[in-house]
């Protein structure tokens, strides 16, 4: 089930958001001005997508060998080593 609320109800609610994701795997779309602006997601959901994509690029570029086992590697570690820039609000 999708929901989409206001940033100010997700900042006056957020603990019951975070329930809502945990146990009903809900996926919460914030809204400011009237356009979804975010998404929250089950973390387990988000990890499944991310899993997917790499190996639908892998299977795209089948014909490198070698070499697509080396670029996973990368990526993997590119992710981990990602820090996200501060926004300042």
Known sequence: MNRSITLTEAKTKFSEIINRIIYNKERIYISKKGKNVAVIVPLDELEEDREE???????????????????????????????TREVDV
């Open 53 to 83: 994509g790499l190996i639908l690029a892998k299977s795209g570029l089948a014909d490198l060998g070698d070499e697509i086992d080396e670029m996973e590697k990368c990526i993997y570690k590119a992710r981990e080593s990602d820090v």
